[in-house]
């Protein structure tokens, strides 16, 4: 059956004709159609990975992001523009229904434009909040390129991400690598459980806007400091569309995508800036960390009949999911972070089971995980579920929905196989043994004969 499905998957993926499985349709905004050139060799390399680049101002009269009701675009990247506002067709509604109709958006911010003030309303809107006045370099004394940034300090050379959080697949870090964030616009996350910071600032940064603050700072007039500014954060929504926010626009440009920064202390490294940029914007037009279940399977350990609608309370069933992940151009067996699990519940209102699903098998693109228990002794309407939500993962909500029936009259076991029954079954036969002994002996004792 498995294998059915994988040449089926295979099929599906030969028959594709985008890199990203949300498509290939890919609309850059940016003030000047010119600008582009800034950023020649991170576009190219969309561009050779298989997108559909179009390119648009905030100003052109054509631009939409719907066509009869249907996404025109699959993906939105923004760069810096001098626009305050983007125009209306890409206002926060509009944009917040772009990801509700599963779009994936990319903004890239700059200390050097302030932000338009639809993305601050929609950023508002995903818990991510801006310096007030839309700009604000932040700035470390302890962690900048000596070079580019001698005096001003807000060319922030860090250490890439490593260890971003333990026990999930991890798209972003490049252990012993290093990032060089020019002008960058730090940002503050709620606490919703949809966001996940990917490079935050050292504790030894800030943010600062030389247009409003004085040299010497006061805590009152601090937007935020230290770990509270993240750089680059990511948002998967319940819907599995992405939103992601650079902080630093710069950094994606030519000239610092294989910069060189020299760091407080005279060593000079080369920045790693250019495989970050592949593995955000991968990320978030789903090129990466993409989750496909192939099928499911459930059936009675002792059968070959797959997927039946009923079930008997206390029967052995069996249960696999065969998932794959999507990783640049393929589908790939899809692999459990270490120390992470899958698990299955089997539930009426609750579960009345949660299990680990195990790695029963592997296929050229598809890895299956199944489990083997008992039904519990209650009928009623379950459900098979797998419910998989882990960031940087798209979402994996499985429901096979089955019925639990009584035994059937002729399928409860007989009396004498239940050892707890034997008393009583003694108890019964003595008392029958001694009611037809008592009436063989009052049938066949001669009464007694009466004397003259």
Not at 69 to 89: A, I, T, W
Not at 262 to 274: H, L, P, W
Request: glycine content about 8%; proline content about 5%.
């Amino acid at each position: 059956m498995w294998s059915l499905l994988s040449v089926a998957a295979a099929l599906f993926a030969a028959a594709a004709s985008a890199v990203s499985t949300g498509g290939s349709r890919l609309l850059v905004v940016l003030d000047d159609v010119a600008e582009k050139d800034t950023y020649g060799q991170f576009l190219g390399d969309l561009a050779a990975r298989g997108f559909d680049v179009s390119y648009e101002t905030p100003r052109s009269e054509g631009l939409t992001l719907f066509h009869l009701g249907e996404r025109k675009y699959d993906h939105l990247l923004f760069l810096p523009s001098k626009v305050k506002g983007l125009g209306p067709n890409l206002t926060p509604n509009r944009l917040v229904d772009f990801v509700n109709a599963q779009g994936n958006i990319l903004v890239a911010l700059s200390s050097t434009v302030p932000a338009s003030t639809s993305l601050v309303s929609l950023l508002s809107e995903l818990d991510v909040s801006l310096p007030i006045e839309r700009t604000g370099t932040v700035v470390d004394h302890f962690n900048y390129d000596t070079v580019s940034a001698a005096e001003s300090h807000d060319v922030l050379v860090l250490d890439a991400p490593s260890n971003i959080r333990p026990g999930l697949k991890s798209y972003f870090e490049l252990p012993g690598g290093v990032l060089a964030f020019p002008h960058a616009v730090g940002h503050v996350l709620g606490s919703g459980p949809l966001l996940t910071p990917v490079v935050r600032a050292p504790a030894t940064a800030y943010s600062y806007n030389p247009k409003e603050q004085s040299e010497i700072l006061d805590a009152d007039e601090l937007f935020a400091a230290g770990q509270q500014l993240a750089l680059v954060s990511v948002l998967q929504a319940r819907n599995s569309a992405r939103v992601t926010v650079l902080g630093s626009a710069e950094m994606l440009q030519d000239k610092w995508l294989d910069a060189k920064v020299t760091r407080v202390g005279g060593k000079n490294v080369k920045a790693d800036n250019k495989e970050f940029a592949r593995r955000v914007s991968g990320w978030t037009f789903q090129e990466i960390g993409v989750l496909r279940v192939n099928g499911v399977e459930h059936q009675l350990q002792e059968s070959d009949e797959l997927n039946p609608e009923i079930y008997r309370i206390k029967n052995d069933v069996s249960y696999s999911i065969s998932l794959s992940e999507y990783s640049w151009d393929k589908w790939v067996p899809f692999t459990l972070p270490e120390d992470d699990v899958l698990q299955l519940e089997f539930s009426m209102l609750s579960p009345f089971h949660r299990l680990d699903l195990a790695r029963t098998g592997t296929t050229d693109d598809a890895a299956v995980y199944g489990v083997s228990f008992t039904l519990p002794d209650q009928h009623g309407i379950f459900n098979f579920k797998v419910n998989y939500k882990r960031s940087f993962l798209t979402y994996v909500e499985e429901k096979n929905t089955v019925s639990v029936r009584h035994f059937a009259h002729d399928e409860w076991p007989r009396s004498f196989v239940i050892s707890g029954a034997w008393p009583w079954i003694s108890g019964i036969g003595a008392t029958v043994s001694g009611f037809v002994g008592f009436c063989a002996i009052w049938m066949y004792s001669k009464p007694a004969g009466k004397k003259n």
